[in-house]
């Protein structure tokens, strides 16, 4: 797993954080505007927080935590809870958004 998640990074710095090293947050949020299918120049607050809780539930989805539900009349994708996620502690939730981010770009044919 520690070398996809290595290509992830190395995808992310090349084509979005000039070279820097991402933080997940930011990885959350360029999934979620993948996921909206929209760009825009400026989201607020709100809406950034909305998009890294849509790449949550899309890369979550796999695992049977969200189901989508419905895109709503300004286009942003909805998702139902279907179960918790078990409790873990940090390293491990943070384990579990890797994998499912390397899955989710593998599927996408970008890593």
Known sequence: ???KWNKVLDFFKQNF????????????FLI????????QKNFSKDQKVNLMHIATCKLLEPYGYYQFEKID???WPHYKKIKNIPVKN???QEKLIQQAIINYLEKQQII
Request: proline fraction near 3%.
């Open 1 to 3: 797993m520690e070398e």
């Open 17 to 28: 954080t000039d070279g820097e090293e991402p933080e997940m947050d930011v990885i959350l």
């Open 32 to 39: 979620g505007i993948q996921e909206l299918g929209k760009v």
């Open 73 to 75: 009349a300004e286009g």
């Open 90 to 92: 940090s390293e491990e």
